[in-house]
């Protein structure tokens, strides 16, 4: 299996360019239910310890179904296939510029999810223009055991997302510990209440955001993932998300732009246009680098072939 390794904003994306499992024909989204369903075992061992670690994002390049779009991609971190992934996307991008497949210029990925636009500004920065995503439940109150009454709006922006603002901890990278515990204990607080996607879907991430800056433009956020890692960058489908949530709460005119930082410091450029069934569109803009080229080994032998569970 050839892989190309990346990271956006210190999150790593594995991006398998070929030797990845036969998902035969049809949409994307059905593609990635086959991914789930009959090659769990595969997919995490992309990821795991030894080969790799939680944190990690894979992406299956397959033929996409649109003729427009330069590749169809399918995301999955250890725990779960993913609807979308932003940092992924922009990873991907890079790879795919990295390896002599694309250009700088304007690109379309289709996903799972639909379809995303991508502009490679130059051999590291990308700008996504996510599907559209929205607020679907504002102030939702859960009891969390060991924290209290915590109140988050939910929201789509290819995954589905709690966003709690202001955090109840202090969002600092020597904090890391506490905010996973507390994302966690949160998660499962809004499984027990019956919080879920309007399309029944668990929601499997949960984002704490710090204060921001005197012009509220400038916020730094934990983001915790299905995998009970947390997002090293500050999360393209979470940032798609509050883009949806503070424009449903007026409080971000289309088009101006934001700067969300990452519990490490990285960041992201956000900005919006409206959407048409009234969410928004975002536009993200963040960079990723290449970190390798591999050849994974999938050894019968290898008593550790299938990874290291967390
Ligand atoms: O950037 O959308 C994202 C993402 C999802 C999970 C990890 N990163």
Redesign the pocket.
């Known amino acids: 299996m050839q892989v190309i390794d990346s990271h956006t904003g210190g999150?790593p994306t594995r991006t398998i360019l070929s030797g990845g499992p036969d998902l035969g024909a049809g949409p994307l989204a059905l593609r990635a239910q086959r991914l789930a369903r009959d090659h769990r075992a595969l997919w995490r061992a992309i990821l795991l310890e030894p080969r790799g670690q939680v944190a990690m994002?894979g992406a299956l390049l397959v033929p996409p179904v649109d003729p427009t779009c330069v590749t169809g991609v399918i995301f999955f971190?250890v725990a779960a296939v993913?609807g979308?992934?932003?940092?992924?996307t922009i990873g991907v991008a890079v790879t795919l510029f990295h390896a002599g497949r694309i250009g700088v210029g304007q690109h379309r990925f289709e996903t799972p999810a639909g379809v995303v636009t991508v502009d490679l500004l130059d051999a590291h920065t990308v700008t996504v223009t996510n599907i559209e995503s929205r607020r679907t439940q504002a102030d939702v109150t859960v009891d969390v055991p060991g924290i209290g009454r915590v109140t988050g709006d939910v929201a789509y922006g290819?995954?589905w997302f709690f966003l709690v603002d202001p955090s109840p901890l202090p969002v600092a990278p020597d904090n890391i510990t506490a905010l996973t515990r507390a994302t966690i204990a949160m998660r499962m607080a809004l499984a027990d209440a019956c919080v879920a996607g309007n399309d029944g879907s668990a929601i499997d991430h949960v984002i704490l955001y710090g204060p921001a800056d005197a012009a509220g433009f400038h916020s730094r956020n934990f983001v915790l993932?299905p995998d009970d890692a947390y997002?090293r960058?500050p999360?393209?489908?979470?940032s798609s998300a509050r883009l949806a949530t503070l424009a449903a709460r007026g409080l971000l005119a289309p088009g101006k732009e934001i700067v969300q930082e990452s519990v490490i410091g990285s960041t992201y450029r956000l900005s919006y246009a409206p959407g048409a069934a009234g969410g928004v569109i975002p536009r993200i803009t963040g960079q990723a680098h290449v970190m390798a080229e591999s050849r994974l080994i999938f050894d019968p032998a290898d008593p550790f072939r299938e990874g290291i569970a967390p």
């Open positions: 999150e994002v971190d993913l979308m992934c932003g940092h992924g290819g995954n993932c997002d960058s999360c393209g489908t979470g």
